[in-house]
């Protein structure tokens, strides 16, 4: 059982940056593969960067090169750094947590890009 705690929205204006927090708790953190989502109103959950328990990464096209993910497993966090950010990325994100046979999810954190 893992348990995911998102923190670290709120509102900035265009072109500024955030830095979302996961905070995991439970056992085998460093087996997950670790995600962000995020789901903006009347539109479905999208993916938005994902990174391995080996490290690997990939980001969703439109985030590349203004978004990065992270972790540590040592601190059972993973990070989402957020940078140049659009009226369009305003969303709740969540967190997630999955490897064969189990998917968890943070309870989502609001992100308002607005002038």
């Known amino acids: 059982q893992v348990q995911l705690v998102d923190s670290g929205g709120g509102l900035v204006q265009p072109g500024g940056s955030l830095r979302l927090s996961c905070a995991a708790s439970?056992?085998?953190?460093?087996?997950?593969?670790m995600a962000w989502y995020r789901q903006a109103p009347g539109k479905e959950r999208e993916l938005v960067a994902r990174?391995?328990?080996?490290?690997?990464?990939n980001y969703a096209d439109s985030m590349k090169g203004r978004f990065t993910i992270s972790r540590d497993n040592a601190e059972k966090k993973v990070y989402l750094k957020m940078n140049s950010l659009k009226p369009e990325d305003t969303a709740v994100y969540y967190c997630?947590?999955?490897?064969?046979?189990?998917?968890?999810w943070g309870q989502g954190t609001q992100v308002t890009v607005s002038s």
């Open positions: 997630n947590a999955q490897k064969p046979g189990y998917m968890y």
């Open positions: 439970g056992s085998l953190f460093s087996l997950y593969t």
């Open positions: 990174i391995t328990n080996g490290g690997n990464t």
